[in-house]
């Protein structure tokens, strides 16, 4: 059985890539930890809300929250606090069309900072949840992360341009779609729902 892997098995290996000291953890107050500390959080979110990643979907139902919206909704849902990115609403997928068989949606509900606005009285969601523990990670999506945050590391701590550029084709054009298709592969094929150009022909 594989060790589990921690978070600061995600920084050391993004750190050995760049020939940087390695840390014992994010808080521990060296300069490494503190570069990491700035970079990594908002990379990892960035590229979790990139895709639908399979790993990192989550559902929940959703409790109202008082006082109503002033105007054109009647209730309010706060998101969960782990939320990156909405993929399905009341079971309806919400990033293909605007149009879902038929019927015009996009004024159904509205994501106005962490709330969701609706007039729907019941809310229930699948989303994608910002997911801090590696061991929950697809491999590889653990390898792209490696990759994507040598590269900024590489510009941060030994100023090296080469070595950034390097990591990040690395990460991006290689690690990266490679798990985003493989994800992808993983699961039901969900129909794309016709736009209104080719409704109209």
């Not at 801090?132 to 653990?142: E, V």
């Not at 298709?181 to 729902?193: N, T």
């Amino acid at each position: 059985m594989a060790a589990a892997l921690s978070e600061v098995d995600v920084l050391n290996a993004a750190l050995l890539k760049i020939g940087a000291d390695t840390i014992t953890g994010i808080d521990d107050g060296s300069v490494n930890a503190e570069r990491c500390k700035i970079l990594y959080p908002p990379l990892r979110r960035a590229h979790l809300r990139m895709h639908h990643w399979n790993f990192a979907e989550r559902r929940a139902t959703l409790a109202q929250a008082l006082p109503a919206p002033e105007f054109e909704f009647a209730f309010r849902y706060p998101l969960p606090p782990n939320a990156l990115k909405l993929k399905e609403y009341n079971g309806t997928q919400v990033d293909t069309s605007q149009f879902i068989e038929g019927f015009f949606i996009a004024n159904r509900f509205k994501i106005e900072g962490r709330e969701v606005f609706t007039n729907d009285g019941e809310v229930r969601i699948v989303y994608v949840a910002d997911i801090d523990d590696p061991n929950l990670w697809d491999p590889l999506f653990y390898q792209a992360m490696v990759h994507l945050l040598g590269a900024d590391l590489a510009d941060a701590i030994p100023h090296d341009p080469a070595k950034a550029k390097n990591l990040l084709e690395r990460g991006a054009n290689f690690w990266l779609p490679i798990a985003s298709a493989v994800d992808g592969q993983e699961g039901s094929v969900h129909p794309i729902a016709s736009d209104a150009l080719i409704r109209g022909r």
